[in-house]
C-alpha cells in the first residue's frame, strides 16, 4: 500500500485525493464515481487505478489516512504552539472543532450519508476514535500532568470535541477560543489532579 | 383527526417486537399490522409516513423508554454524586443486556446509528430537564448555572453510556472516581 502523508502533497497521488474530496463535498462517497474523480483531478481513470489499485474503495483509504495525518499534524501544531495546559486544551478543541466543522466532504457525507461513517465512529466503536485522539495528545499532555492523567484528561477531552460537534449546544461552540475556554476553565480544569505535576 | 394513544403505543410495542425478530432492513408494515392485530389502513392513519417513519418512531419509543427506566432507577438516590453513579452503573449494564439493541448494535449498525444520533439531541434535553431539580438544590461553584451544568453532565453522562473508553462502569469504585473528578469537580462547591 502506497504510503500518503504530508510528505507527499503535490503529487500525483495528493492530487487525485483533493480532487475526490472535492467530488465527495458535491455529490457524497456513493454517488462519486472514478470517473468524476479523473475528470475533476484532470488525469486518465487508468492513472486512478494505477495509483490506487483496487479503486474506489483504495483510494477511500488512501483520502482517510491521509485526512487523518492532516487533522494530526494541525493538531500537533497547535500543541506545539501552546504555552501551558490550558492553552493546549483550549487550543486543541478549537481546532479540532473547525477542522472537523470545516471539512466539507465529511459534514456532506454526515448530514447525507450519516450511514457511511457513523457505524465507524459511533457508540460502540467510539473508544477506536477515542484511543486515537487520547493516544497520539497524551504524550503533549503528560509534562503537565503526568502520564497517567494524560491519557485520561486526552480522552476527556476527545469526548467533549465530539457530543459538542454531533449535538451542538445553544450556549456553547467550541470552535469559538472564548467559549471553549470558558468550558475548560469551568469543567475540566478543576478536574484534574494537578499534584501530579512534576 | 383523534389520535388513540393507546393504539399508537400498541403499534409501537408490536413494532419493537417485529425489529427484536427481524431487525430493522426486514421489519415491513405488514409485519407489523400482523403484530398488533391492526390493519395496514390503521398502522398508515397513524404513521402516513409509513416504514421509514414507523421504524423512526420505534427507535425514538424505546430511547425513551430506555431514559425513563434509568430516571426512575435512580430517582431514589440520597445525594446528587450517587445519583449520577448510579445512573452510570445502571445505564451501562442495561445498555450490554439490551438484546436487541446488541443485536442491532451487531447486524445493522448503518440503520441504527444516524437515528440514534438524531435521538440525541431529545435525549441531552430530557436528562438536562431531569439533572436541573437536583443542581438547584446543590452549592453549585461561584459562576456556574444549573442549566449550564445540567448541559455538561447530561453530555458527559451519554457520552460514557454510549461508550466507556478507558472506564470500567461495571466497577463501583471507578464509576464514583469518575463522577467524582470529570462529571462534578467543576460543578459541586467543595464545601
Known amino acids: ?198 | 383527526m383523534a389520535v388513540d394513544l393507546t393504539v399508537r403505543e400498541r403499534i409501537l410495542e408490536a413494532g419493537f417486537a417485529c425489529v427484536a425478530r427481524y431487525g430493522l432492513a426486514k421489519t415491513t408494515v405488514e409485519d407489523v399490522a400482523r403484530a398488533s392485530r391492526l390493519s395496514r389502513a390503521t398502522l398508515y392513519r397513524y404513521f402516513p409516513g409509513g416504514r421509514d417513519q414507523l421504524l423512526r418512531d420505534v427507535i425514538a419509543w424505546e430511547t425513551g423508554r430506555f431514559f425513563g427506566r434509568l430516571a426512575e432507577a435512580v430517582a431514589g438516590a440520597p445525594d446528587f454524586p450517587s445519583l449520577l453513579e448510579e445512573a452510570l452503573l445502571f445505564a451501562h449494564r442495561a445498555v450490554e443486556e439490551h438484546e436487541v439493541l446488541q443485536k442491532v448494535l451487531q447486524t445493522e449498525p448503518e440503520r441504527l446509528l444516524p437515528q440514534l444520533t438524531v435521538e440525541s439531541e431529545r435525549v441531552l434535553v430530557f436528562i438536562r430537564r431531569f439533572l436541573v431539580p437536583y443542581l438547584e438544590r446543590e452549592e453549585l461553584r461561584p459562576g456556574v448555572e444549573p442549566e449550564e451544568a445540567a448541559d455538561y453532565v447530561a453530555r458527559m453522562l451519554l457520552s460514557f453510556i454510549g461508550n466507556q473508553g478507558r472506564w470500567d462502569l461495571s466497577d463501583p469504585a471507578q464509576v464514583a472516581e469518575l463522577v467524582r473528578t470529570e462529571l462534578l469537580a467543576g460543578v459541586l462547591s467543595d464545601r
Not at chain 1, 474506489?56 to 494530526?72: G, H, P, S, V, Y
Not at chain 1, 459534514?107 to 457505524?119: H, K, N
Not at chain 1, 465512529?121 to 485522539?133: K, Q, S, W
Request: with cysteine; glycine share 8%.
Open chain 1, 1 to 198: 500500500m502506497t504510503l500518503v502523508g504530508p510528505d507527499r502533497v503535490g503529487t500525483q497521488e495528493q492530487r487525485v485525493i483533493d480532487a475526490a474530496l472535492r467530488c465527495v463535498a458535491r455529490w457524497g462517497i456513493g454517488k462519486t464515481t472514478l470517473d468524476d474523480v479523473a475528470r475533476e483531478a484532470s488525469c486518465s481513470r487508468a492513472t486512478i487505478y494505477r495509483l490506487f489499485p483496487g479503486g474506489k474503495d483504495a483510494l477511500l483509504e488512501a483520502i482517510t489516512r491521509t485526512e487523518l495525518n492532516r487533522f494530526f499534524s494541525g493538531l500537533a501544531q497547535r500543541f506545539d504552539e501552546a504555552h501551558d495546559l490550558e492553552d493546549m486544551l483550549v487550543g486543541g478543541i478549537v481546532y479540532a472543532s473547525r477542522a472537523l466543522a470545516g471539512h466539507e466532504a465529511l459534514q456532506f457525507v454526515l448530514a447525507y450519508e450519516p450511514e457511511v461513517v457513523l457505524p465507524k465512529v459511533a457508540f460502540h466503536h467510539a473508544d477506536r476514535v477515542l484511543t486515537a485522539i487520547a493516544g497520539f495528545a497524551a504524550p503533549y499532555l503528560a509534562p503537565h500532568v503526568g502520564a497517567d492523567e494524560a491519557s485520561r484528561v486526552a480522552e476527556w477531552v476527545a469526548r467533549l470535541v465530539l457530543t459538542y460537534t454531533l449535538a451542538p449546544a445553544d450556549n456553547v461552540d467550541i470552535g469559538d477560543e472564548e467559549s471553549a475556554r470558558r468550558l475548560v476553565r469551568t469543567f475540566v480544569l478543576p478536574g484534574l489532579v494537578t499534584s501530579a505535576v512534576p
